[in-house]
């Protein structure tokens, strides 16, 4: 079976004496349980794995419940320690508090239970963690499927990649697109809007999430301010609800807004946002067309070849504490910015031209990068990038 590099991570520090909790965090459906299973095969330590998913009417005590059964395992067994998962914890009301006292008393009573969890909603886990984890944790942020994984697990080309996205479970229906089509929508965004966000928080306007959703999706790739956002959704209250929306949309592995760079944090903040789609499944599946309608078409493909390269830029960025945003100055533009401490590296995105753009001009004599890079049909193309770590592009 197809290990991700998250598999390594996670052996290593299941097998170091107890220190921190594990806590293994993103998007619905890329293979977090998956992880902790083959990993707790590789181990052979005792093990207790339990999910909030689907147990009606949960609270906090029911983790002390199950935290009590993973003593007794632990206490009848000839092991000293014994790994404890509990997966979609966010679930749980209070989680973090009941975790805590129970981590707590285990540290001070001697007794090695080292605990993992998982959770679907980072927004959540993290405000969890922060409140009443401090200094307890550490997090292994597991993104979406990079091509290179999508290629050596299932075979998928890059250009399949391009239009049918990371997702490991669709994988094998992108022979039947109508198929695949039902199965992202249905499975994955409606799943993830109504049980990983309109679930947790308090939505005053669901329809306007998701019209936002889809509004980003079409738009992908593209900066809209929040005032033309306004006019292009109805009953769409005002600019605050749709940015706390889309913050909502990227926490749960759906939808971000790329922020413009800039020296200064506050005009970053307040700056229009570059729609960018996690995955490039939801951009195809809401799309109006077919996969062989677009490999076809310049104009369109080359909307999708940049969106999956700013996903990947994307996936990347969040799991190697990168910061990822555009640049834009009147009609002067760089497609991504990746920041890194002090290192700043450019990247502009054109299918069809190789040469270095004005934009790319403008923005290396104002912020004097330490890179840049033009993704052209000659030397790095776009397949190329596809299959590059962008760390290494520092």
């Known amino acids: 079976m197809f290990k991700r590099p998250y598999f390594q991570t996670l052996t290593k520090r299941l097998k170091e004496p107890k220190k921190f909790i594990q ?24 093990s207790m794995y339990i999910s909030a998913d689907g147990v009606i009417n949960i609270g906090p005590e029911w983790i002390e419940q199950q935290w009590n059964n993973a003593r007794l395992k632990l206490k009848t067994s000839n092991f000293s320690e014994l790994i404890f998962v509990i997966d979609e914890v966010q679930k749980i009301p209070d989680w973090s508090e009941m975790v805590k006292a129970n981590w707590d008393s285990d540290m001070l009573n001697g007794l090695e239970i080292k605990l993992v969890l998982l959770g679907s909603s980072r927004l959540l886990i993290q405000k969890g963690l922060t409140e009443s984890l401090a200094g307890r944790f550490e997090v292994i942020y597991t993104g979406h499927w990079n091509f290179e994984e999508m290629n050596q697990a299932f075979g998928i080309t890059e250009e399949q990649f391009v239009w049918f996205g990371g997702y490991p479970g669709a ?8 198929r695949w089509n039902d199965y992202i929508i249905n499975s994955l965004i409606e799943t993830t809007i109504s049980r990983d966000i309109l679930l947790m928080e308090n939505i005053n306007k669901p329809a306007l999430l998701r019209n936002l959703f889809e509004l980003g999706c079409s738009y992908s ?18 600019t605050t609800t749709l940015s706390h929306y889309l913050h909502l949309l990227d926490s749960a592995g759906l939808l971000s807004g790329l922020q413009k760079f800039t020296k200064v944090k506050i005009t ?26 677009v490999v076809g078409n310049a104009e369109i493909w080359g909307r999708h070849v940049e969106s999956a390269i700013g996903a990947h830029l994307f996936s990347a960025a969040r799991a190697n504490n990168l910061e990822l945003s555009y640049w834009r ?23 069809g031209s190789a040469k270095f753009t004005k934009g790319m001009q403008r923005f290396s004599s104002h912020f004097k990068p330490h890179k840049m890079y033009l993704i052209s049909n000659e030397g790095l193309n776009w397949k190329g990038i596809l299959k590059i770590n962008p760390v290494d592009l520092f």
């Open 329 to 351: 100055e009147g009609n002067f533009e760089v497609d991504f910015i990746l920041q890194y401490k002090n290192k700043v590296v450019g990247i502009e995105v054109k299918i």
């Open 23 to 46: 806590v293994i965090t993103g998007p619905r459906q890329v293979g977090k349980t998956t992880l902790v299973h083959q990993v707790l095969k590789e181990i052979q330590t005792p």
């Open 171 to 178: 994988a094998g229906l992108i022979n039947d697109e109508l």
């Open 268 to 293: 970053k903040r307040s700056s229009s946002p570059k729609f960018q789609v996690q995955n490039t499944a939801f951009y195809s599946a809401l799309s109006d067309y077919q996969f062989s309608d």
């Open 221 to 238: 790739g593209q900066i809209l301010s929040f005032t033309k956002i306004l006019g292009q959704l109805q009953d769409a209250g005002n």
